[in-house]
């Protein structure tokens, strides 16, 4: 494994299916791999070895963001793009003779190209000054290299690719003139119409488009056109592969990487499958998604936090893309499980998959996979991670193929700083690191005092004219040090884009009620600004936005934002080695210097470590150690991981015996790695006490009786067939725990809280409901502030000072522990903590400003947010516990109006705008206020428009508002058309149906 700077990406890629539309992407060829002698290695790859396969790409500019990616043309759904595309079309067709003879022969032979069956790998760009072809790909194309000068805009803003493809289309329609073609397209006007669009019917169903197409061309010998968006989707499949005209780097680049894009889409679309997802990553790729969606005819939805549907609608018309969390991401597949489903999951993209190895949310995605792998023999899984070390585990847990390439489109130069001189990480040299210069810039020792890591000296070689992120190991050192350098910063740097910086501050008090961090209202001047959990969303997305476009151009930032934000820099400087008290990991260290490299912008990245000389050693020593390997987190805090997927399995009638339980259990991630993790106890040792725990907590219960000896004796259970038989079925409350998916350690409270809340609710206020939804996790965690909470109470009116009674906190108490007064008597403390949490959500309800109730209650701004949203989607999970429940009957409706309340937590005016992915709150209001009141408007709404009334947005933020406005509404319009299709329609068990039927046998 190569140490040198180069980013290590790992993809592990899907189970073999027999599913021919849905092959995988074919790597996009190198100049080193582009020679004859590599056929013998395609055919390998053709054959379906598993063997792993590594290529070794040289290094171009970094591709890590939509803007670079694409340019100024997001996606296909621009008109603009489109528009110059359709222009150079006509160049080449506009002649009645072009007209006749189009074809579809070039676009099938640059999609057969394109397309390899049972090649299990998928495209990584790499790149070279030009692409070259070697002489089989020459010989099967026909064409030359033929360079096309930029000599008229549109040839020149148009992918290079196009315009060979249109060069091609004329060429052969040239070759491919004779009479009779003449006399038969003479005598057929019908096929005449060259620029007429496909209906949305013929993209969703195109095996059957290609079928009757063949079919017209063997009737009649006219061959027809196809229209502009299935070149888009078919041809630039396969022009990756073909020769392309020189253009610069940046554009080629460009282009390679659309031409993926479009190839995984056409063949998803193709796939027989009718839903697409989950997809795991951020649901802000949904806003960068829904602009494809509304152009090649899918639905994009969004499920996290408490949006989202159980099951999902079942479209009979389109297929859907799910953009999911991974807790969202598993309730998702249990109730396509649960409704027999699943086998309509297409495909399954799992981005970060290292996230598998952390934590409970590493338990849930194992869990997630694991159901899918046993329930579906048709869905695919693609993994994606740039930090995997035992990629061999996970290849036997997915029964999967990996391709593997050590590469940076961008090059990325590491470099470790002690003292004032500068080192550069070199594998090579004997101490892991060379000499590479001495810092240039004078100190005075008050400054040096002030700025002992020389962060001035190494930010100011980079700003403003390009960007940097500094690494802190803690949220207050992230503000210290924001502060710091601006105080030491000149003076010019506050001349800078002055003007975009004050817009920038008018924005973030517009969406703050009129405040704004003194820290920020400091350092943005400057060009300045720290990025932590302690912002709001709706200030961290302005932020970032006025980041990447260069407004700001150095954040302070903790290790979160290496991982899920598209925030690249020039210059990454890790602050410490340190991520608050503990030492660095590998994983975190490279995932950290990823950052560094922006494509289309700069040619190199750097990262630079600040050590002392103590830790040098241990530094070293990390550099040159492997990354981290991934383990099953199924077996943590007693089982419990293991327990909440057996609950699952026999809730879900996966498997409800002994045999095929364990016999699940055994292809699980931990079943791969039972010898490694397991010391003392058995894999199925662990899976027996599993299930008597859960059948003690009245979760399951038995079918059959066997005697705890018997049942923990290997011998008797393998050796008995009818031990195998040995069944269970999970009882109202486990069916209630596991469909609201609540955590094992809570459901019996959570149910005791219910169930005591039936004896005296208090319906005067929302504070009862919200009490009964406050996390129970976060309250384990809180520490409240008591003279606060005394004073908070004290706030409160008869009846909601009643709900403290009820839950079993007295007055007295908190009076006590504010004056610091012994506590004789015992109180629990998670009852107390949690009430004090809903005080804060209480509070923030009624007065919907997070400033004043930060203030209130000295908590960061971002931790009230974060608590609200999971409030929000813990208030979503009792909703579905009660569903199951009857005797919870009257919180139905309750809890339904709550979570709505929750999630949104303002004006009921702006609640339609915020169910657009990336409108928040500040722009949510801003766009109520210049008229756009409802989902329809924004979707009729103009992008240009929207940029010149709506203050600091961007042409690409405006385009994805519109586009994921439209989605939905076209999401909503479908759901009610179907609806009226299914009133309508004729049941299948109509009487007279039935009757005819009978006679008929």
Same mark, same amino acid.
């Given at each position: 494994?190569?140490?040198?700077?180069?980013?290590?990406?790992?993809?592990?890629?899907?189970?073999?299916?027999?599913?021919?539309?849905?092959?995988?992407?074919?790597?996009?060829?190198?100049?080193?791999?582009?020679?004859?002698?590599?056929?013998?290695?395609?055919?390998?790859?053709?054959?379906?070895?598993?063997?792993?396969?590594?290529?070794?790409?040289?290094?171009?500019?970094?591709?890590?963001?939509?803007?670079?990616?694409?340019?100024?043309?997001?996606?296909?759904?621009?008109?603009?793009?489109?528009?110059?595309?359709?222009?150079?079309?006509?160049?080449?067709?506009?002649?009645?003779?072009?007209?006749?003879?189009?074809?579809?022969?070039?676009?099938?032979?640059?999609?057969?190209?394109?397309?390899?069956?049972?090649?299990?790998?998928?495209?990584?760009?790499?790149?070279?000054?030009?692409?070259?072809?070697?002489?089989?790909?020459?010989?099967?194309?026909?064409?030359?290299?033929?360079?096309?000068?930029?000599?008229?805009?549109?040839?020149?803003?148009?992918?290079?690719?196009?315009?060979?493809?249109?060069?091609?289309?004329?060429?052969?329609?040239?070759?491919?003139?004779?009479?009779?073609?003449?006399?038969?397209?003479?005598?057929?006007?019908?096929?005449?119409?060259?620029?007429?669009?496909?209906?949305?019917?013929?993209?969703?169903?195109?095996?059957?488009?290609?079928?009757?197409?063949?079919?017209?061309?063997?009737?009649?010998?006219?061959?027809?056109?196809?229209?502009?968006?299935?070149?888009?989707?078919?041809? +630039?499949?396969?022009?990756?592969?073909?020769?392309?005209?020189?253009?610069?780097?940046?554009?080629?680049?460009?282009?390679?990487?659309?031409?993926?894009?479009?190839?995984?889409?056409?063949?998803?679309?193709?796939?027989?499958?009718?839903?697409?997802?989950?997809?795991?990553?951020?649901?802000?790729?949904?806003?960068?998604?829904?602009?494809?969606?509304?152009?090649?005819?899918?639905?994009?939805?969004?499920?996290?936090?408490?949006?989202?549907?159980?099951?999902?609608?079942?479209?009979?018309?389109?297929?859907?893309?799910?953009?999911?969390?991974?807790?969202?991401?598993?309730?998702?597949? =249990?109730?396509?499980?649960?409704?027999?489903?699943?086998?309509?999951?297409?495909?399954?993209?799992?981005?970060?998959?290292?996230?598998?190895?952390?934590?409970?949310?590493?338990?849930?995605?194992?869990?997630?996979?694991?159901?899918?792998?046993?329930?579906?023999?048709?869905?695919?899984?693609?993994?994606?991670?740039?930090?995997?070390?035992?990629?061999?585990?996970?290849?036997?847990?997915?029964?999967?193929?990996?391709?593997?390439?050590?590469?940076?489109?961008?090059?990325?130069?590491?470099?470790?700083?002690?003292?004032?001189?500068?080192?550069?990480?070199?594998?090579?040299?004997?101490?892991? +690191?060379?000499?590479?210069?001495?810092?240039?810039?004078?100190?005075?020792?008050?400054?040096?005092?002030?700025?002992?890591?020389?962060?001035?000296?190494?930010?100011?070689?980079?700003?403003?004219?390009?960007?940097?992120?500094?690494?802190?190991?803690?949220?207050?050192?992230?503000?210290?040090?924001?502060?710091?350098?601006?105080?030491?910063?000149?003076?010019?740097?506050?001349?800078?884009?002055?003007?975009?910086?004050?817009?920038?501050?008018?924005?973030?008090?517009?969406?703050?009620?009129?405040?704004?961090?003194?820290?920020?209202?400091?350092?943005?001047?400057?060009?300045?600004?720290?990025?932590?959990?302690?912002?709001?969303?709706?200030?961290?997305?302005?932020?970032?936005?006025?980041?990447?476009?260069?407004?700001?151009?150095?954040?302070?930032?903790?290790?979160?934002?290496?991982?899920g934000v598209n925030l690249p820099a020039r210059r990454v400087i890790l602050r410490a080695p340190y991520v608050a008290k503990?030492?660095?990991?590998?994983?975190?260290?490279?995932?950290?210097?990823?950052?560094?490299?922006?494509?289309?912008?700069?040619?190199?990245?750097?990262?630079?470590?600040?050590?002392?000389?103590?830790?040098?050693?241990?530094?070293?020593?990390?550099?040159?150690?492997?990354?981290?390997?991934?383990?099953?987190?199924?077996?943590?805090?007693?089982?419990?991981?293991?327990?909440?997927?057996?609950?699952?399995?026999?809730?879900?009638?996966?498997?409800?015996?002994?045999?095929?339980?364990?016999?699940?259990?055994?292809?699980?991630?931990?079943?791969?790695?039972?010898?490694?993790?397991?010391?003392?106890?058995?894999?199925?040792?662990?899976?027996?006490?599993?299930?008597?725990?859960?059948?003690?907590?009245?979760?399951?219960?038995?079918?059959?009786?066997?005697?705890?000896?018997?049942?923990?004796?290997?011998?008797?259970?393998?050796?008995?067939?009818?031990?195998?038989?040995?069944?269970?079925?999970?009882?109202?409350?486990?069916?209630?725990?596991?469909?609201?998916?609540?955590?094992?350690?809570?459901?019996?409270?959570?149910?005791?809280?219910?169930?005591?809340?039936?004896?005296?609710?208090?319906?005067?206020?929302?504070?009862?409901?919200?009490?009964?939804?406050?996390?129970?996790?976060?309250?384990?965690?809180?520490?409240?502030?008591?003279?606060?909470?005394?004073?908070?109470? =004290?706030?409160?009116?008869?009846a909601e000072q009643n709900v403290a009674a009820v839950v079993g906190v007295s007055e007295n108490f908190i009076g006590k522990?504010?004056?610091?007064?012994?506590?004789?008597?015992?109180?629990?403390?998670?009852?107390?903590?949690?009430?004090?949490?809903?005080?804060?959500?209480?509070?923030?309800?009624?007065?919907? =400003?997070?400033?004043?109730?930060?203030?209130?209650?000295?908590?960061?701004?971002?931790?009230?947010?974060?608590?609200?949203?999971?409030?929000?989607?813990?208030?979503?999970?009792?909703?579905?516990?009660?569903?199951?429940?009857?005797?919870?009957?009257?919180?139905?409706?309750?809890?339904?109006?709550?979570?709505?309340?929750?999630?949104?937590?303002?004006?009921?005016?702006?609640i339609p705008l915020m169910e657009v992915t990336g409108v928040l709150e500040g722009r949510a209001r801003q766009l109520y206020?210049?008229?756009?009141?409802?989902?329809?408007?924004?979707?009729?709404?103009?992008?240009?428009?929207?940029?010149?009334?709506?203050?600091?947005?961007?042409?690409?933020?405006?385009?994805?508002?519109?586009?994921?406005?439209?989605?939905?509404?076209?999401?909503?319009?479908?759901?009610?058309?179907?609806?009226?299709?299914?009133?309508?329609?004729?049941?299948?068990?109509?009487?007279?149906?039935?009757?005819?039927?009978?006679?008929?046998?």
């Amino acid at each position: 494994m190569d140490e040198g700077g180069s980013r290590i990406r790992r993809r592990v890629l899907v189970r073999k299916r027999n599913r021919p539309s849905l092959e995988n992407v074919v790597a996009t060829p190198t100049a080193a791999e582009l020679k004859p002698s590599d056929e013998g290695e395609d055919e390998e790859m053709v054959a379906g070895s598993r063997r792993r396969k590594t290529v070794d790409v040289q290094p171009v500019e970094n591709i890590d963001s939509e803007e670079d990616m694409f340019g100024d043309h997001d996606s296909f759904a621009e008109n603009s793009f489109l528009a110059q595309v359709d222009d150079l079309e006509q160049k080449y067709l506009q002649l009645p003779e072009h007209r006749k003879h189009a074809t579809d022969h070039a676009t099938e032979d640059l999609c057969s190209e394109s397309i390899t069956p049972n090649t299990l790998s998928i495209a990584t760009v790499g790149g070279c000054t030009e692409l070259k072809i070697d002489e089989h790909t020459k010989n099967q194309s026909g064409h030359e290299d033929v360079p096309i000068e930029p000599e008229a805009d549109i040839l020149y803003s148009v992918p290079s690719s196009q315009v060979l493809f249109f060069k091609n289309l004329h060429s052969s329609s040239d070759d491919l003139v004779d009479p009779s073609t003449e006399e038969r397209n003479g005598n057929s006007s019908s096929h005449e119409t060259v620029n007429q669009e496909l209906p949305i019917n013929s993209i969703e169903q195109p095996q059957q488009t290609d079928k009757s197409s063949s079919k017209v061309r063997t009737s009649s010998g006219v061959n027809r056109r196809k229209s502009l968006k299935d070149h888009l989707k078919s041809a +630039m499949t396969g022009n990756a592969k073909a020769q392309t005209p020189i253009f610069s780097r940046t554009k080629q680049l460009k282009e390679t990487l659309l031409s993926e894009e479009i190839n995984v889409a056409k063949k998803t679309i193709e796939s027989s499958s009718d839903d697409i997802g989950p997809f795991y990553s951020l649901p802000s790729k949904i806003s960068g998604l829904s602009s494809f969606g509304i152009e090649l005819g899918f639905f994009v939805e969004e499920y996290a936090g408490s949006k989202g549907k159980f099951p999902p609608i079942k479209r009979r018309e389109k297929k859907s893309l799910y953009i999911a969390t991974i807790e969202k991401g598993h309730s998702l597949v =249990n109730s396509l499980i649960e409704t027999g489903r699943i086998s309509s999951l297409g495909l399954v993209v799992v981005d970060e998959l290292h996230m598998i190895g952390e934590g409970s949310r590493g338990a849930i995605l194992e869990m997630t996979l694991a159901k899918i792998l046993y329930t579906s023999k048709t869905t695919q899984i693609i993994g994606m991670s740039a930090t995997l070390n035992n990629v061999e585990d996970l290849q036997e847990f997915l029964q999967a193929e990996y391709y593997t390439s050590q590469f940076r489109p961008v090059e990325l130069k590491e470099y470790l700083k002690i003292n004032n001189a500068i080192y550069e990480v070199d594998s090579k040299a004997e101490n892991g +690191m060379t000499f590479s210069r001495l810092l240039n810039y004078k100190y005075s020792d008050s400054l040096r005092k002030m700025d002992p890591d020389h962060l001035v000296a190494l930010v100011t070689e980079v700003i403003p004219n390009y960007s940097c992120l500094v690494f802190c190991p803690t949220k207050k050192n992230c503000e210290n040090v924001a502060e710091m350098i601006c105080k030491l910063l000149s003076k010019e740097y506050l001349k800078y884009k002055e003007k975009e910086k004050l817009e920038v501050i008018k924005n973030l008090k517009n969406i703050s009620g009129g405040n704004l961090c003194p820290v920020l209202k400091h350092t943005i001047p400057f060009g300045v600004a720290y990025h932590h959990s302690g912002l709001t969303s709706d200030e961290r997305k302005l932020l970032e936005e006025a980041y990447s476009t260069g407004v700001l151009c150095l954040f302070t930032c903790t290790s979160t934002l290496a991982a899920g934000v598209n925030l690249p820099a020039r210059r990454v400087i890790l602050r410490a080695p340190y991520v608050a008290k503990e030492f660095l990991k590998r994983n975190q260290y490279k995932q950290m210097i990823g950052r560094a490299g922006r494509a289309g912008i700069d040619s190199i990245g750097e990262s630079i470590l600040i050590l002392q000389e103590k830790d040098k050693q241990q530094v070293l020593e990390l550099i040159s150690r492997p990354l981290e390997n991934c383990y099953s987190h199924l077996v943590q805090e007693f089982t419990k991981g293991i327990q909440t997927l057996l609950l699952s399995l026999i809730g879900l009638k996966i498997a409800t015996n002994l045999g095929d339980i364990y016999h699940f259990m055994s292809g699980t991630f931990f079943g791969v790695q039972q010898k490694i993790l397991l010391k003392e106890k058995s894999l199925w040792e662990i899976t027996v006490e599993s299930l008597r725990y859960l059948t003690e907590k009245g979760l399951l219960q038995k079918d059959t009786i066997l005697t705890e000896k018997r049942l923990l004796r290997k011998d008797t259970i393998y050796g008995s067939e009818e031990a195998f038989q040995y069944s269970f079925h999970i009882t109202k409350l486990g069916r209630a725990s596991f469909k609201g998916t609540i955590d094992l350690a809570y459901c019996d409270i959570l149910y005791r809280d219910l169930k005591k809340g039936l004896e005296g609710l208090v319906l005067e206020s929302l504070l009862h409901l919200i009490y009964l939804t406050t996390p129970y996790d976060m309250a384990s965690q809180c520490d409240p502030n008591w003279m606060i909470y005394f004073q908070q109470f =004290n706030h409160l009116s008869p009846a909601e000072q009643n709900v403290a009674a009820v839950v079993g906190v007295s007055e007295n108490f908190i009076g006590k522990k504010a004056s610091g007064q012994a506590i004789r008597k015992k109180v629990d403390k998670n009852i107390v903590n949690r009430l004090y949490l809903s005080f804060v959500l209480y509070t923030l309800l009624k007065e919907t =400003n997070i400033w004043s109730v930060s203030e209130k209650f000295n908590m960061p701004r971002g931790y009230i947010q974060s608590l609200l949203s999971g409030a929000a989607a813990f208030s979503s999970c009792v909703l579905h516990f009660c569903e199951e429940l009857e005797e919870f009957w009257v919180y139905r409706a309750l809890f339904v109006e709550l979570t709505k309340k929750l999630t949104y937590c303002v004006k009921a005016e702006l609640i339609p705008l915020m169910e657009v992915t990336g409108v928040l709150e500040g722009r949510a209001r801003q766009l109520y206020n210049a008229g756009y009141k409802s989902l329809t408007h924004l979707a009729n709404a103009n992008p240009e428009v929207l940029i010149r009334t709506i203050d600091h947005l961007s042409r690409r933020q405006a385009k994805q508002i519109v586009s994921s406005a439209k989605m939905l509404l076209h999401e909503k319009a479908e759901a009610l058309q179907e609806e009226v299709e299914e009133l309508l329609r004729l049941p299948s068990d109509f009487p007279g149906i039935v009757a005819s039927s009978v006679e008929k046998v």
